[in-house]
Protein backbone atom coordinates (compact mmCIF):
# COMPACT_ATOMS: atom_id res chain seq x y z
CA UNK A 1 0.00 0.00 0.00
CA UNK A 2 1.47 3.43 -1.07
CA UNK A 3 1.43 5.37 1.81
CA UNK A 4 -0.10 8.95 1.97
CA UNK A 5 1.61 12.18 1.34
CA UNK A 6 -1.27 14.58 1.36
CA UNK A 7 -1.45 16.47 4.56
CA UNK A 8 -5.11 17.64 4.06
CA UNK A 9 -5.92 14.38 3.87
CA UNK A 10 -4.07 13.16 6.67
CA UNK A 11 -5.79 15.84 8.81
CA UNK A 12 -8.99 14.49 7.67
CA UNK A 13 -8.25 10.93 9.24
CA UNK A 14 -7.07 12.00 12.14
CA UNK A 15 -10.14 14.57 12.92
CA UNK A 16 -12.32 11.46 12.09
CA UNK A 17 -10.50 9.41 14.36
CA UNK A 18 -10.27 11.87 16.99
CA UNK A 19 -14.51 11.92 16.41
CA UNK A 20 -14.76 8.43 16.29
CA UNK A 21 -12.72 7.86 19.73
CA UNK A 22 -14.76 11.05 21.24
CA UNK A 23 -17.88 8.59 20.75
CA UNK A 24 -15.98 5.56 22.22
CA UNK A 25 -16.06 4.00 18.91
CA UNK A 26 -12.64 2.44 19.17
CA UNK A 27 -13.37 -0.26 16.51
CA UNK A 28 -11.58 -0.10 13.17
CA UNK A 29 -14.91 -0.78 11.51
CA UNK A 30 -15.87 2.43 12.26
CA UNK A 31 -12.73 4.09 10.78
CA UNK A 32 -14.10 4.59 6.93
CA UNK A 33 -12.65 7.18 4.85
CA UNK A 34 -14.95 9.00 2.40
CA UNK A 35 -13.44 6.88 -0.48
CA UNK A 36 -12.79 3.13 -0.84
CA UNK A 37 -11.43 0.29 1.25
CA UNK A 38 -7.35 0.02 -0.62
CA UNK A 39 -8.17 4.08 0.48
CA UNK A 40 -8.94 3.70 3.99
CA UNK A 41 -6.29 1.01 4.44
CA UNK A 42 -3.70 3.19 3.10
CA UNK A 43 -4.48 6.06 5.35
CA UNK A 44 -4.17 3.36 8.58
CA UNK A 45 -1.20 2.22 7.10
CA UNK A 46 0.07 5.45 7.02
CA UNK A 47 -0.81 6.52 10.43
CA UNK A 48 0.32 3.32 11.74
CA UNK A 49 3.96 4.74 9.99
CA UNK A 50 3.94 8.22 11.56
CA UNK A 51 2.85 6.71 14.78
CA UNK A 52 -0.06 8.95 15.02
CA UNK A 53 -2.18 5.67 15.52
CA UNK A 54 -1.78 2.71 17.53
CA UNK A 55 -3.71 -0.93 16.48
CA UNK A 56 -4.15 -3.40 19.25
CA UNK A 57 -6.35 -5.73 18.24
CA UNK A 58 -8.85 -4.60 16.58
CA UNK A 59 -9.40 -1.34 17.89
CA UNK A 60 -7.88 1.67 16.84
CA UNK A 61 -6.68 4.99 19.04
CA UNK A 62 -4.59 8.01 18.58
CA UNK A 63 -0.53 7.80 20.04
CA UNK A 64 -0.12 10.49 22.77
CA UNK A 65 1.62 11.80 19.34
CA UNK A 66 -1.37 11.43 17.35
CA UNK A 67 -3.96 12.86 20.20
CA UNK A 68 -1.87 15.87 20.25
CA UNK A 69 -2.15 16.67 16.66
CA UNK A 70 -5.90 16.17 16.66
CA UNK A 71 -7.12 17.91 19.47
CA UNK A 72 -5.44 21.22 18.09
CA UNK A 73 -6.94 20.39 14.80
CA UNK A 74 -10.53 19.83 16.66
CA UNK A 75 -9.58 23.25 18.24
CA UNK A 76 -8.99 24.81 15.23
CA UNK A 77 -12.17 23.25 13.45
CA UNK A 78 -14.63 23.98 15.97
CA UNK A 79 -13.11 27.42 16.91
CA UNK A 80 -14.00 28.32 13.18
CA UNK A 81 -17.80 26.62 13.36
CA UNK A 82 -18.31 29.32 16.44
CA UNK A 83 -16.41 32.31 14.37
CA UNK A 84 -18.59 31.67 11.46
CA UNK A 85 -21.72 31.50 13.55
CA UNK A 86 -21.97 33.39 16.53
CA UNK A 87 -20.02 36.46 14.45
CA UNK A 88 -20.88 35.86 10.60
CA UNK A 89 -24.18 34.69 11.94
CA UNK A 90 -23.98 31.86 8.97
CA UNK A 91 -26.21 28.90 9.79
CA UNK A 92 -25.15 25.84 11.78
CA UNK A 93 -25.37 23.39 8.90
CA UNK A 94 -23.20 25.39 6.69
CA UNK A 95 -20.39 25.99 8.72
CA UNK A 96 -18.70 22.66 8.76
CA UNK A 97 -17.48 23.09 5.06
CA UNK A 98 -15.83 26.17 5.45
CA UNK A 99 -14.51 25.37 9.26
CA UNK A 100 -13.32 22.47 7.54
CA UNK A 101 -10.90 24.84 5.43
CA UNK A 102 -10.19 27.42 8.16
CA UNK A 103 -8.60 24.63 10.58
CA UNK A 104 -5.51 24.41 7.73
CA UNK A 105 -4.54 28.23 7.86
CA UNK A 106 -5.63 29.13 11.40
CA UNK A 107 -1.98 29.75 12.72
CA UNK A 108 -1.72 28.46 17.05
CA UNK A 109 -1.45 32.63 17.67
CA UNK A 110 -4.35 33.37 15.53
CA UNK A 111 -6.38 30.08 17.18
CA UNK A 112 -5.80 31.95 20.88
CA UNK A 113 -6.74 35.53 19.49
CA UNK A 114 -9.88 33.79 17.98
CA UNK A 115 -10.71 31.65 20.97
CA UNK A 116 -10.34 34.79 23.23
CA UNK A 117 -12.45 36.82 21.51
CA UNK A 118 -15.16 34.62 21.64
CA UNK A 119 -14.60 34.10 25.09
CA UNK A 120 -13.50 31.01 25.13
CA UNK A 121 -16.34 28.88 24.25
CA UNK A 122 -16.47 25.65 25.82
CA UNK A 123 -18.64 23.81 22.88
CA UNK A 124 -18.85 24.17 19.27
CA UNK A 125 -22.27 25.15 17.68
CA UNK A 126 -23.33 21.53 17.41
CA UNK A 127 -22.51 20.96 21.45
CA UNK A 128 -19.21 19.15 21.18
CA UNK A 129 -16.52 19.85 23.23
CA UNK A 130 -13.68 22.43 22.15
CA UNK A 131 -10.44 21.32 23.31
CA UNK A 132 -8.85 24.25 25.65
CA UNK A 133 -5.84 25.99 24.95
CA UNK A 134 -3.57 27.81 26.88
CA UNK A 135 -5.37 31.10 26.26
CA UNK A 136 -8.41 29.37 28.48
CA UNK A 137 -6.05 28.93 31.54
CA UNK A 138 -5.19 32.18 31.74
CA UNK A 139 -8.84 33.41 30.86
CA UNK A 140 -9.62 33.93 34.84
CA UNK A 141 -6.16 36.05 35.75
CA UNK A 142 -5.09 38.44 32.95
CA UNK A 143 -7.31 38.23 30.16
CA UNK A 144 -10.24 40.13 29.67
CA UNK A 145 -12.38 39.09 26.82
CA UNK A 146 -14.68 40.70 24.47
CA UNK A 147 -17.33 38.20 25.76
CA UNK A 148 -18.17 37.47 29.03
CA UNK A 149 -20.74 35.17 30.11
CA UNK A 150 -23.62 37.03 31.55
CA UNK A 151 -23.15 35.75 35.34
CA UNK A 152 -19.52 37.57 35.16
CA UNK A 153 -21.35 40.88 34.44
CA UNK A 154 -21.69 43.58 36.54
CA UNK A 155 -25.00 45.26 37.62
CA UNK A 156 -26.18 47.71 34.94
CA UNK A 157 -24.00 46.65 32.55
CA UNK A 158 -24.88 45.84 29.00
CA UNK A 159 -23.88 44.06 25.64
CA UNK A 160 -25.30 42.03 23.01
CA UNK A 161 -25.63 38.34 23.22
CA UNK A 162 -23.23 36.31 21.01
CA UNK A 163 -24.57 32.93 21.71
CA UNK A 164 -25.72 30.36 24.45
CA UNK A 165 -24.93 27.43 25.39
CA UNK A 166 -27.64 25.58 27.25
CA UNK A 167 -27.09 22.52 29.47
CA UNK A 168 -30.71 21.21 28.36
CA UNK A 169 -31.65 21.97 24.24
CA UNK A 170 -35.04 22.58 25.31
CA UNK A 171 -34.05 25.71 26.65
CA UNK A 172 -33.22 27.89 23.70
CA UNK A 173 -36.94 27.99 22.68
CA UNK A 174 -37.88 28.99 25.62
CA UNK A 175 -35.27 31.81 25.96
CA UNK A 176 -35.81 32.77 22.96
CA UNK A 177 -39.56 33.29 23.19
CA UNK A 178 -38.74 35.93 25.91
CA UNK A 179 -36.55 37.65 23.60
CA UNK A 180 -32.84 36.37 24.84
CA UNK A 181 -31.23 35.19 21.84
CA UNK A 182 -27.95 35.90 19.54
CA UNK A 183 -28.14 39.14 18.66
CA UNK A 184 -30.14 40.45 21.21
CA UNK A 185 -29.23 43.39 23.50
CA UNK A 186 -29.51 42.63 27.00
CA UNK A 187 -28.73 44.82 30.13
CA UNK A 188 -27.84 42.84 33.67
CA UNK A 189 -30.46 44.72 36.31
CA UNK A 190 -29.97 43.32 39.54
CA UNK A 191 -27.76 40.12 40.63
CA UNK A 192 -29.16 38.84 43.83
CA UNK A 193 -31.33 37.17 45.18
CA UNK A 194 -32.19 36.27 41.34
CA UNK A 195 -30.47 37.57 38.21
CA UNK A 196 -32.73 40.18 36.75
CA UNK A 197 -32.05 41.10 32.85
CA UNK A 198 -33.90 43.22 30.54
CA UNK A 199 -34.33 43.26 26.95
CA UNK A 200 -35.75 45.65 24.87
CA UNK A 201 -38.95 47.12 27.48
CA UNK A 202 -39.11 43.58 29.25
CA UNK A 203 -37.53 42.54 32.44
CA UNK A 204 -36.91 38.77 33.09
CA UNK A 205 -35.85 36.79 35.80
CA UNK A 206 -33.20 34.37 35.15
CA UNK A 207 -32.00 31.63 37.07
CA UNK A 208 -28.37 31.48 38.05
CA UNK A 209 -28.10 28.82 35.83
CA UNK A 210 -29.06 30.55 32.86
CA UNK A 211 -27.18 33.16 33.80
CA UNK A 212 -23.88 30.86 32.93
CA UNK A 213 -24.79 30.05 29.60
CA UNK A 214 -25.38 32.93 28.04
CA UNK A 215 -22.67 34.78 26.20
CA UNK A 216 -22.56 38.31 25.63
CA UNK A 217 -20.51 40.61 24.28
CA UNK A 218 -19.86 43.41 26.76
CA UNK A 219 -20.49 47.12 25.06
CA UNK A 220 -18.21 49.49 25.90
CA UNK A 221 -19.21 52.49 27.60
ZN1 LIG B 1 -19.35 21.36 15.40
ZN1 LIG C 1 -9.17 30.07 25.03
Request: hydrophobic residues 40%; proline residues 5%; aromatic residues 4%.
Amino acid sequence: MPLITDKERLDEALELLWVLNEDQHHDISHFKTNSDDADTESIVETLLHEGLASILGAEIRLTEKGLKSARGLIRRQRLAERLFTDVFEMPEDSVVNDACKMEHILSEELTESVCTFLGHPPNCPHGKPIPRGECCKKFKVEVTPVVMRLSEFEVSAAGKITFIVPSEASRISKLNSLGIAAGSTIKLIQKTPSYVVQIDETTVALDPEIAKEIYVRKVVS
